[in-house]
C-alpha cells in the first residue's frame, strides 16, 4: 500500500474542511507539524510557539471542541486520534480507529466529532460520553473521504470524496448518505458557507474549485486555480484557494466567482484558516512556516515559524 504523505501528495499535488472563520479574532493557531510529530499552539500576535505537544503518528487532520478548549488531531500512520488540552498543551488520551484517519469535523453544538477514513468508504462517528471520546458507529460516504464540513445546527454533514469525484449530502442523525453531488476532478477540501447556501471543493487534480447549491444540491459553477489547489477560506467576500504546486494562495470573488489574485506565500501551502478580523493564516507544508495575509490588501504581512511539515488540515484559528 502507497504510504499516507505518498498517497496524499498524488491526491493533492490538507478543508476541512477549512472553517471560514472563527468565532473572534484569532490568538492563536493550532499547527500540526507532520514531519515534526507535534502539534504547536502559536500566539499569533508574538509570532511565536507557547506550547509543543509531541503527537506521534503524523498528526494531520485538525478540529476543534465548541469550546475551543480541546483539539482533535487525526494521525494517519497512528490509527487514530489524538485529544489535546490545549490550555494544559499536554494530550488527553488517544482513541483507536482502523483504516486512515485524515479529515476531521466536528458538531458545532458539541459532542460528537467525525473522521474520514482516507483509505475507504466511510466516516467515523465518536460520540462524547462522561468526558471522554468514543466510537459510535460508521457512516458510508464515497471514496476516499478528506475534507467534512458540518451544518451550523448540527443535521447535515458534507463530505468530499476524493477518489469518487463527489460530495455526499449527509444526515446526521439518520447516519446516512441522502444526496451525491458530481464535482470536479479529486475535490479534497471542502468549506460550507451556510448564510450564503453554498459549499466549494478544492479538486486537486482538477486545478479548480466547484460551487455548490446547498438547496439545489448541484454544482453551479468553477473557479480556477494554480496547480493543485487543497483547502478554501472565505473572509471579506472573497475565496481564497491554498495552490500546493504553485506555493501561492488564489483569491477569487465569491459573488462573480472571477479570480482576482494569485498571492505568493510559503512552499507547498495546506491548511488556510480565516478570522472575523480579515486575517488568513496558510500552513506551508515545504518551509516550515505560516504564512499572515490580509484579505483586504491581498498581502502577506507576516510570517511566523513552525515546526517541520505543518499542515492543519481543518480548523485551527482559536
Known sequence: MTSYRGRAALAAGLTLLAS?????????????????????????????????????????????????????????????????????????????????????????????????????????VLTERDGTLSPDG?????????????????????????????????????????????????????TLDAAAGRAYTANVTGDDVSVIDLAAGREIGRVQTGRRPYVIALAQGRGFVTDQYAGSVTAFDLATLKPIADIDVGDHPEGIAADEDGRLYVANWGDNTLSVLDARTLKVIKTIPTGNGPRSFGTFLR
Open 138 to 190: 460508521e457512516i458510508g460516504v464515497g471514496a476516499s473521504p478528506s475534507g467534512i464540513a458540518v451544518s451550523p445546527d448540527g443535521a447535515t454533514l458534507y463530505v468530499a470524496n476524493r477518489e469518487a469525484d463527489t460530495v455526499s449530502v449527509v444526515d446526521a442523525k439518520a447516519r446516512r448518505e441522502t444526496t451525491v453531488i458530481p464535482v470536479g476532478q479529486h475535490p479534497f477540501g471542502i
Open 20 to 124: 471560514a472563520a472563527s468565532a473572534e479574532p484569532a490568538r492563536e493557531a493550532i499547527v500540526t507539524a507532520q514531519l515534526g510529530g507535534a502539534v504547536e499552539i502559536i500566539d499569533l500576535a508574538a509570532g511565536t510557539v507557547l506550547r509543543r505537544v509531541p503527537v506521534d503518528g503524523a498528526p494531520a487532520g485538525i478540529a476543534l471542541s465548541a469550546d475551543r478548549k480541546r483539539a482533535y488531531v487525526t494521525r494517519p500512520e497512528g490509527h487514530g486520534i489524538a485529544i489535546i488540552d490545549l490550555d494544559a498543551g499536554r494530550v488527553l488520551s488517544e482513541v483507536a480507529l482502523p483504516g486512515g484517519p485524515l479529515g476531521i469535523a466536528t458538531d458545532p453544538r458539541g459532542g460528537t466529532v467525525y473522521v474520514a477514513d482516507w483509505y475507504g468508504h466511510r466516516l467515523f
